[in-house]
């Protein structure tokens, strides 16, 4: 028995290497083929194709970090559901633990999530990301996650499967001082280098990501099942 389950964690440990593999090559290579390749001029990125460029995160979406943690007002009567770095996990939010702390009215419209939105970890498993499907709502953030909405030329899905790559690429580890606890904070989100292609590139590498994702993923729990 002990055989058989150790052959299982090692199929699970394969397909998710499958599914970092799969990822990394379309959000830095394209799903073209035939595309020519110039490099990117950032080592971790490699080469990309010859239409794309590489930008920042900034320049692509709105970074917003959530609200710093009020302890003295949790006992207010008007309190209201937000999310911390526990929550984020890369399959979506975690609606445990579930947290409540006072918004003033500024604050609810300043920090208020949105279908769609990507959340990055700030603290915690920093770089960890999802998107936002309104698992709790209305709903804000604390101070160690990051919202980002994106602007009218890029994708939030893009940038959720571009995370991944950032995640696992050592970048963040390279960049964050870890004395005590790493803080990928919104300066260093905001600067983080990002692929910038067209809106219709991004469109079809997250449909293509989409179908590629669910199939490895149902094979996963299938065998987590077993």
């Not at 890029?154 to 690429?169: A, E, G, I, P, Q």
């Not at 050592?170 to 300066?187: L, R, V, W």
């Not at 449909?207 to 993923?217: P, Q, W």
Request: proline share 3%; aromatic share 8%; with cysteine.
């Amino acid at each position: 028995i002990d055989t058989a389950i150790e052959k299982t964690k090692k199929s699970i440990e394969k397909l998710e290497e499958y599914k970092k593999a799969v990822i990394t090559k379309a959000v830095t290579k394209g799903i073209d083929p035939n595309a020519k390749m110039k490099d990117s001029g950032v080592e971790w990125i490699g080469k990309i194709p010859e239409s794309w460029s590489v930008g920042k995160i900034k320049n692509s979406y709105d970074v917003t970090l959530g609200k710093m943690l009020e302890t003295a007002n949790t006992q207010n009567e008007d309190v209201n559901n937000y999310l911390c770095a526990a929550n984020i996990k890369w399959n979506g939010v975690s609606t445990m633990p579930q947290k409540k702390m006072h918004f003033s009215a500024k604050e609810k419209t300043q920090y208020l999530l949105s279908d769609g939105d990507v959340l990055i970890s700030e603290g915690g498993t920093a770089g960890t990301s999802c998107i936002y499907h309104n698992e709790l709502s209305p709903c804000y953030i604390q101070n160690s996650v990051h919202r980002c909405v994106a602007n009218k030329n890029s994708n939030t899905k893009y940038l959720y499967y571009w995370m991944h790559v950032v995640f696992h690429s050592g970048y963040i580890n390279s960049i964050c001082h870890k004395a005590t606890i790493m803080h990928y904070t919104k300066e260093k989100v905001e600067q983080t280098p990002i692929p910038v292609l067209s809106s219709t590139e991004q469109q079809q590498i997250v449909h293509f990501l989409d179908r590629k994702c669910t199939v490895i993923d149902t094979a996963i729990e299938k065998t987590k099942k077993s």
